[in-house]
T-cell receptor, first 113, second 114 residues
Framework: QQQVKQSPQSLIVQKGGISIINCAYE??????FPWYQQFPGKGPALLIA?????SEKKEGRFTISFNKSAKQFSLHIMDSQPGDSATYFC????????????FGEGTQLTVNP | EAQVTQNPRYLITVTGKKLTVTCSQN?????MSWYRQDPGLGLRQIYY???????DKGDVPEGYKVSRKEKRNFPLILESPSPNQTSLYFC?????????????FGPGTRLTVL
């Protein structure tokens, strides 16, 4: 059973638009929520992460919004660029371990020029 | 350069022929993990290790073995591969400290079992 559910499975956005990917989790013990970005032929790489003591974290064009009561979090990519085309994975884990991540199913983002 | 390396990158084998995928990291990380990536399922953890000689099952350990005899190496062993183990495999490592849980992933090994 998937403990972290991610949607949509695929997303097509025009250059300059906003990309939004959503995730929902079940385990209330999760307290670390990272997003990973994966380009074809590469391993995933950490993009941005949040802990539940804040509701939003922004790094450049990337923002995580976190709703603890709803057990949901989302990634917003502002001013999306063709170079953002990749697969995005949300994940969750329980601290203090950095070794166990539970991933969502992934979203393939395509940003058209 | 700080990195996680995996070998081989591509492997085609037949059912039942034992194989090992190697993983090595040069960042002196305590934690290492193996994941498999399948379409529509994301990445699922196979095994993880919190330090030398300390390993534990992840979410999908059946059919796999691991060992952690040295801090830098964490090989994945398939004693008798089957077609349902055809997948893309990733090794990852992370440091056991504070609130920084960043996992660094290797480039992946694409395995096909015929």
């Amino acid at each position: 059973q998937q403990q972290v559910k991610q949607s949509p499975q695929s997303l097509i956005v025009q250059k300059g638009g906003i990309s939004i990917i959503n995730c929902a989790y079940e385990n209330t013990a999760f307290d670390y929520f990272p997003w990973y970005q994966q380009f074809p032929g590469k391993g995933p790489a950490l993009l941005i992460a949040i802990r539940p003591d804040v509701s939003e974290k922004k790094e450049g064009r990337f923002t995580i919004s976190f709703n603890k009561s709803a057990k949901q979090f989302s990634l917003h990519i502002m001013d999306s660029q063709p170079g953002d085309s990749a697969t995005y994975f949300c994940a969750a884990s329980k601290s203090p371990s950095g070794s166990r991540l539970t991933f969502g199913e992934g979203t393939q983002l395509t940003v058209n020029p | 350069e700080a990195q996680v390396t995996q070998n081989p990158r591509y492997l085609i084998t037949v059912t039942g022929k034992k194989l090992t995928v190697t993983c090595s990291q040069n960042m002196n990380h305590e934690y290492m993990s193996w994941y498999r990536q399948d379409p529509g399922l994301g990445l699922r953890q196979i095994y993880y290790s919190m330090n030398v000689e300390v390993t534990d099952k992840g979410d999908v350990p059946e059919g796999y073995k691991v060992s952690r005899k040295e801090k830098r190496n964490f090989p994945l062993i398939l004693e008798s591969p089957s077609p349902n183990q055809t997948s893309l495999y990733f090794c990852a490592s992370s440091k056991a400290s504070g609130r920084t849980d960043t996992q660094y992933f290797g480039p992946g090994t694409r395995l096909t079992v015929l």
